[in-house]
């Protein structure tokens, strides 16, 4: 179990080769840099199931593999358990990770699978003295180990010493290079410090000291046997890999992640290989998992409908920062931003670029093609005041298609396509001329055809509104306008 911490966290993936330089000898290293995750912060709480989740390349997986240590972090800080981690090797971290590939050995069985990390792991067990007393001495072997993240450090730290040099001497210094290397440089030292308080602390500190064993054969065989029963598979722990469906193969590796007892597991697209039932069921599994287990789940997806019914809370990630973090269901009923708005939920959320203007008790939007509806101020959630003054405001309204009900006395639209879906029926309409295409989904069943007009409203409670330029939302979560 544990808690994590990530402040202004960055991942930079440097430009593709070595430094480049111009005809005037200028490096230009900086021009191929790519940052892949931005100034990510967050607090993860101890047992909370947090679901990464955004369109491909948000940076999602970076900001995992940042987290177990597979990817270096490029500027920032990443605590566990209120230790600082951002040097701790991936295997120290005390981490489990469960990929979308599975990452079996084929030619082991399930058992075998299961239990080869326990096999190679040795595990801290106290060092006695003749008494049977645990040794506490200084740690020689902790001291060796940090005097060699040091030098590691300090020789990077020196590199960067030497491109800040080189951007001070050029004919014309490149400003944004030197920046760049100047806050790495701080960055380092800030480690390097932390590193260097470590080292004196174990210098002058006797600590309890450990021996490291392999586990027994009878601790692993109990270890393997736990993780089968809680999965459900006793029956295929003499199976290879390749005699088993995906779903099968999955919980191996869920089996393996478990029997280490990780501080947190992190799970990257782990039902992707899946077909849409079986993800279905093994999404289930997996939150009774993280019941049963209670240690921090981190998941990453990009699939929204997994978030909303996985993660206790979410992070919706758009082109390397964080858009919003919140529960599910905050994040359907008060986005943010329309980026959020349009992610979450299904079918997507209807936007139409409106005009807005306050009428005395009233909100009258007017839309592209003309028509104007008058909204209830009271019935909406409270809007900005600057949005309220009395002129004409552009933003975007947004509405999802169940919030959205026929009705003789609304504005106009024409039927494009008509879908039955047994128990709502989704209509695509059009707002007249050149208005644009939404959908609106009603329980009852119609006899609607294509070509025939609508009239539609819109139910206040949960309109959402935009602001045009900044795409932030204008609302806030309470109701009633002053
Ligand atoms: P996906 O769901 O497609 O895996 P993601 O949100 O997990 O997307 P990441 O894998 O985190 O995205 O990648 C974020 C961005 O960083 C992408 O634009 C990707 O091309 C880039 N990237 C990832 N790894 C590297 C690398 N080793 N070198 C350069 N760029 C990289």
Redesign the pocket.
């Known amino acids: 179990m544990a808690n994590l911490l990530l402040r202004h966290v960055y991942?930079v993936?440097a430009g593709?080769g070595k430094a480049k330089k111009n005809a005037k000898g200028e490096s230009k290293k900086r021009s191929g840099d790519?940052v892949?995750?931005k100034d990510f912060n967050m607090e993860i709480n101890d047992g909370e199931f947090i679901v990464?989740v955004?369109?491909?390349?948000?940076?999602?997986?970076?900001?995992?593999?940042m987290i177990a240590g597979l990817?270096e972090i490029s500027g920032g800080e990443l605590y566990i358990d209120d230790q600082l981690v951002n040097d701790v090797d991936a295997k120290d971290r005390d981490i489990a990770m469960v990929f979308q590939s599975y990452a079996l050995y084929p030619h082991l069985t399930a058992y075998d699978n299961i239990a080869f990390g326990l096999k190679m792991r040795k595990i801290p067990t106290p060092k006695l003295d003749k008494q049977g007393e645990q040794i506490i001495a200084i740690d020689n072997k902790k001291i060796a180990e940090i005097n060699k993240k040091l030098k590691k450090l300090r020789k990077q730290n020196e590199s960067l010493a030497k491109d800040i040099e080189k951007c001070n001497s050029a004919a014309e210094p490149n400003e944004s290079d030197r920046a760049y290397y100047t806050e790495k440089k701080a960055l380092l030292e800030k480690r390097i410090e932390s590193a260097e308080r470590e080292l004196e602390h174990y210098q002058n500190t006797p600590v309890p000291l450990y021996n490291y064993v392999h586990m027994s054969k009878q601790e692993i065989d109990e270890k393997v046997k736990w993780a089968a029963d809680i999965l459900g598979i006793e029956e295929l722990l003499d199976s290879k890999p390749a005699e088993m469906s995906g779903g099968q193969r999955q919980r191996i590796a869920l089996g393996r992640a478990m029997v280490r007892g990780p501080k947190v597991f992190l799970l990257?697209?782990p039902l992707s290989n899946l077909d849409a039932k079986l993800r279905t069921a093994m999404r289930a599994e997996i939150v009774k998992l993280h019941n049963q287990l209670k240690t921090t789940f981190i998941y990453?997806t990009?699939d929204q409908i997994e978030a909303m019914t996985m993660g206790t809370r979410i992070v919706v990630?758009k082109l390397?920062v964080i858009q919003q973090i919140d529960t599910p269901t905050n994040l359907f009923d008060y986005p943010e931003n329309k980026f959020v708005a349009g992610f979450i939920g299904t079918p997507q959320m209807n936007f139409f670029e409106v005009d807005i203007k306050r009428e005395s008790d009233n909100l009258n939007v007017t839309f592209k093609d003309g028509q104007s509806v008058r909204l209830a101020l009271s019935e909406l959630r409270t809007i900005q005041d600057e949005y309220l003054d009395g002129n004409s405001h552009s933003v975007y309204l947004g509405v999802r298609g169940e919030n959205v009900k026929l009705d003789e006395s609304g504005i106009k639209a024409t039927l494009s396509i008509k879908e039955v879906l047994g128990n709502t029926t989704q209509l695509f309409l059009r707002l007249e001329e050149k208005g644009s295409d939404f959908i609106v989904s009603v329980p009852e069943r119609n006899d609607l055809m294509p070509g025939d007009a609508v009239n539609i409203k819109f139910m206040e409670k949960f309109v959402h509104l935009f602001d045009k330029e900044t795409e932030l939302s204008i609302m806030s979560r309470e109701y009633g306008n002053k």
Do not use: I, N, Q
């Not at 955004?54 to 593999?65: E, V």
């Open positions: 991942k993936y593709v790519f892949a995750v990464f955004g369109p491909s390349g948000c940076g999602k997986s970076t900001t995992l593999r990817e990257d697209e990453v990009h990630m390397g």
